[in-house]
């Protein structure tokens, strides 16, 4: 993949937009049309909000990087630093409705952009 660019913040919601109007810059830069660009945006403020409110509640960093694979495909990567945690599991904690607070993540738009993908690295 080649890397388009890449941004960094602390894990906070104020931090959501910052993010979404990074891919969609880059996207636009990429070529991709209005719709298709606000799926994306939609699928990326979804993963984002998921990972700041389940993942990174300590103000973890996270880490946003945009590519271009060989032009088959432009690639949002998102990293954390927080918990464990695979948004794209039923069967995971989150989602299983173990949270105190009674908040669920949601991964309705996630699942609907493609090809999507979760790796785990410890350290």
């Known amino acids: ?39 994306m945006e939609s699928a990326a403020t979804e993963a984002l909000t998921n990972i700041v409110e389940f993942v ?8 946003v990087q ?18 464990p945690y695979n948004m794209l599991l039923e069967a995971d904690p989150f989602i299983s409705g173990n949270d105190p607070a009674g908040k669920k993540p949601s991964v309705r738009w996630i699942k609907r952009t493609g090809d999507v993908e979760y790796k785990r690295f410890e350290g």
């Open 66 to 83: 945009v590519g271009d694979d060989k032009g088959r495909r432009f690639v949002i990567d998102i990293s954390d630093l927080g918990k």
């Open 56 to 63: 990174c509640t300590e103000g973890e960093e996270v880490t």
């Open 1 to 39: 993949m080649k890397a388009l660019g890449e941004l960094t913040r602390q894990a906070h919601a104020d931090i959501i937009p910052d993010f979404v109007e990074f891919i969609s810059a880059h996207a636009r830069e990429a070529g991709y049309g209005e719709k298709r660009i606000k799926e």
